[in-house]
């Protein structure tokens, strides 16, 4: 099968994924994302609190969205003791059992500030070795007072990222922090770049959209959905590749990295739309796996599909292990079959399609 991604775009993988990109503070890395997808699109818009739209036909009546969110889970700067050490809150569903001796950049209005989570040497630990938690992990700056640390820039509600790094393992596999989610918004990028490279003509308007604030309850995506009030929704996700030790099927089911995106059956998702999407993977050869939401799906489908009295949604997920980690980790060609599946799903959706179960 013919790979989709160049040598360009991985490159924009590489420093889109590099670029710090907290919730609440997107912008930096959505400047960048539509930088990349200007030669593709006809407008763009954004809204107050940063999502970015592009737009390629705009003129036509009828709306499709496709969807991915574009911020990274992170710290703030909570409490700064006597002696210079600081304590966080989460943005986000940020994972205190990792942070131990990691290093971080806290950014500040005076420029980056290096920093590392402190914890006690394995010696010093005694008989009650106590286990990571929110009440105990701190961030050391090397300094040695309060005022140190405020002469540094670094202040209550200053965000805290990690410093990781983009890395390929085995030629295959992209490893780093931020895959969760912003391997989707370089993935609706790549549609776009297709559909332009192919000369695609839709018989509709495609909104290309990078979302902020998933992580702190999908605000982002119910603001834009408002905004545009799309007619159908397609969301591109991570979800969790179970096939690693330590992690139970029977309660978080059976998928894995390699297999190819993931599509998820639920309430949110209107089955009509996901059946177009099943025809075509099955038309075009395309591997894929199905999941199963008890209730909400969790990703931006549901801000999508409970907006503007209901827009038909559907999510199509990307196999991902150690989600919420700096060591995210997915395979190369589940990423190229998710871009080729939404791309062919988009030529599937017909001129006014009407996906309602009952006319």
């Avoid at 990571?132 to 040695?144: A, K, R, T, V, W």
């Avoid at 931006?300 to 559907?314: H, L, Q």
């Amino acid at each position: 099968m013919k790979k989709i991604i160049t040598k360009q775009s991985q490159q924009f993988l590489e420093d889109y994924l590099n670029n710090p990109s907290p919730t609440g503070f997107e912008s930096g890395g959505q400047k960048m994302w539509l930088d990349y997808i200007r030669p593709y699109i006809d407008e763009y818009f954004t809204d107050n609190y940063g999502s970015v739209v592009g737009v390629i036909n705009p003129k036509a009546k009828y709306k499709v969205v496709i969807e991915a969110h574009a911020d990274e889970i992170s710290w703030f700067v909570h409490y700064i003791t006597k002696d210079g050490f600081v304590y966080l809150r989460r943005n986000g569903g940020s994972d205190h059992m990792i942070a131990p001796s990691k290093r971080v950049n806290i950014h500040t209005d005076k420029g980056m500030v290096k920093a590392v989570f402190g914890w006690p040497a394995i010696h010093t630990r005694g008989k009650k070795d106590p286990a990571p938690s929110m009440e105990n992990i701190f961030l050391d700056c090397g300094c040695s007072t309060k005022d140190e640390v405020l002469e540094m820039g670094v202040h209550v509600g200053c965000v805290a990222t990690f410093e990781d790094e983009f890395i390929t393992l085995n030629d295959n596999r992209y490893c780093g922090r931020a895959l969760d989610n912003r391997m989707g918004g370089f993935m609706i990028a790549e549609v776009a770049r297709l559909l332009k490279k192919d000369k695609v003509e839709l018989p509709f308007a495609l909104y290309i959209v990078n979302a902020v604030q998933e992580e702190v309850g999908l605000r982002g995506a119910q603001m834009i959905a408002q905004k545009i009030k799309p007619d159908v929704a397609i969301v591109t996700d991570v979800c969790h590749d179970t096939n690693t030790p330590m992690i139970n099927k029977i309660v978080q089911g059976d998928l894995k990295s390699g297999d190819g995106p993931v599509l998820t059956y639920g309430p949110a998702v209107q089955n009509n739309l996901l059946k177009l999407i099943i025809d075509a993977a099955e038309d075009n050869k395309i591997p894929f796996q199905r999941a199963a939401a008890s209730r909400a799906t969790g990703t931006d489908t549901d801000a999508f599909a409970y907006s503007n009295e209901g827009v038909p949604s559907a999510l199509i997920s990307l196999p991902l292990r150690y989600m919420h980690t700096t060591v995210e980790m997915c395979r190369k060609e589940d990423v190229e079959n998710t871009i080729r599946l939404i791309v062919h799903a988009l030529k599937k959706i017909e001129k006014n399609q009407d996906f309602r179960y009952i006319k």
